[in-house]
Each structure stands twice: as C-alpha cells, then as structure tokens.
C-alpha cells in the first residue's frame, strides 16, 4: 500500500503548478488584509474545499495510463487499491488542516479579536465539509471521470440549499442543536464523517471492481 501512495504522490508533484498556487497565496493575503480575522475565518472555510479537488489528476492519469487495468492483473487486492487512494486524498486535507490551525493559534495570539474556539470551530467545520465533499468526489469520478467532481458540486450545491431551506422553515430545529453540549455536536459530526467515509469507500470498491 505504500507503494501506492507513493505513486499517487508522485503524480500530484509531477501535475502540481507554482502559478495557481501563488494566486491562491495572493488572493488568501489580500482577504485577511482587508477583512481582517473575518477573513482569516473564511480563508479556514473555503482553503480545504479548494485542495480537496488536487486528487482528480492521479484519477485522469491512471486513466489515460490505463493503469486500472494494469492493476486488476496484480495480486495487489481492490481493497487496498481503494483505500491507499483514500489515504491519499485525506492527507492532502490533513495537511492543509495542519498548516491552517497554525497559523490560526498563531493569528489569534497576536491580532484576532474572536476566541480561539471561534476559530477552531470554523477549521472543524472546514474539515467536516471537505470530507463530506471527498466522500462523493472519489466514488464519483471512479464512476464518471473528470466530469464527477461537477456531478459532486451540484449535488453539494443542492444539499446545501436543501438545509437552508429546513432550516429557515424550522423543519431542523437548530436552536436545541446549538444548546447541545459542544462535546457531543462534535462527537455526532464525527460519527458522521465516519459513516460518510466508509459508504464512500464501500461505493468505490464496487465501482472499481466493475471496470
């Protein structure tokens, strides 16, 4: 397996640009100039969802290398195929989630006005999203290629949608949500994740086994 991460790895350094990168580092400077922490706290939002798509270019190059094909003639089990690409997509999360969190403790002791579990909560709440947005993306560009993570946007775009609706017409009841103890809102998330990733897993071991 850790080959296999190896090799995803080493196609993410080998399709990595310096350009966007540095506008993304441009355009990440300027939102905390002018808005400040408020800044700093979307940046921690939105920063993960951005690198959460990094993965799609190991899938296109396996793909067009016919690599798939290579590997279900390999002893080398789907189980661990599957899971080593997961592992991949995760860290890349991990590490933006670390490098984030440092610079937040390290923002919130010199200039921010808001808590530290402001913005603690607001990194959380970036991770919980970016896993649910990994746990639909890899099953589905397994199943439709690069056009999965536009499939992934619009269903992501309709739940979101779908919440706010409940929300607003009280069908969620928010208000004993936000009076649960802080422990166990992020227990329920976890659980949450949890169960997100291994469906996920499961879907893309099925679609996998088909090609």
């Not at 706290?41 to 690599?67: G, H, Q, R, Y």
């Not at 089990?77 to 490098?99: D, E, G, H, N």
């Not at 739940?159 to 809102?185: D, K």
Request: hydrophobic share 60%; glycine share 4%.
């Amino acid at each position: 397996m850790k080959g296999l991460i190896l090799k995803d790895f080493l196609i993410l350094k080998n399709k990595i640009k310096l350009v966007p990168i540095m506008v993304l580092a441009l355009i990440v400077g300027i939102a905390i100039y002018f808005f400040n922490s408020t800044g700093v706290l979307v940046t921690n939002v939105f920063l993960p969802l951005f690198f959460c798509s990094m993965p799609i270019p190991i899938f296109l190059e396996d793909e067009k290398a016919k690599w798939h094909t290579y590997a279900l003639s390999t002893p080398i089990s789907k189980v661990k195929i599957i899971i080593s690409r997961y592992i991949t997509s995760f860290s890349i999360i991990l590490i933006i989630t670390f490098i984030s969190t440092l610079f937040n403790l390290f923002y919130f002791y010199f200039f921010s006005p808001y808590s530290l579990g402001v913005h603690m909560l607001t990194i959380f709440l970036s991770f919980f999203i970016s896993t649910l947005y990994l746990s639909l993306l890899i099953p589905s560009v397994y199943q439709n290629g690069a056009n999965g993570g536009s499939t992934v946007m619009v269903i992501l775009i309709f739940l979101f949608s779908a919440i706010t609706y409940l929300i607003n017409a009280q069908f969620v009841p928010i208000h004993l949500i936000i009076h649960l103890h802080p422990i166990l809102i992020i227990i329920s998330f976890m659980l949450v994740m949890a169960f997100a990733v291994l469906i996920s897993i499961y879907i893309s071991i099925k679609i996998f086994s088909k090609k």
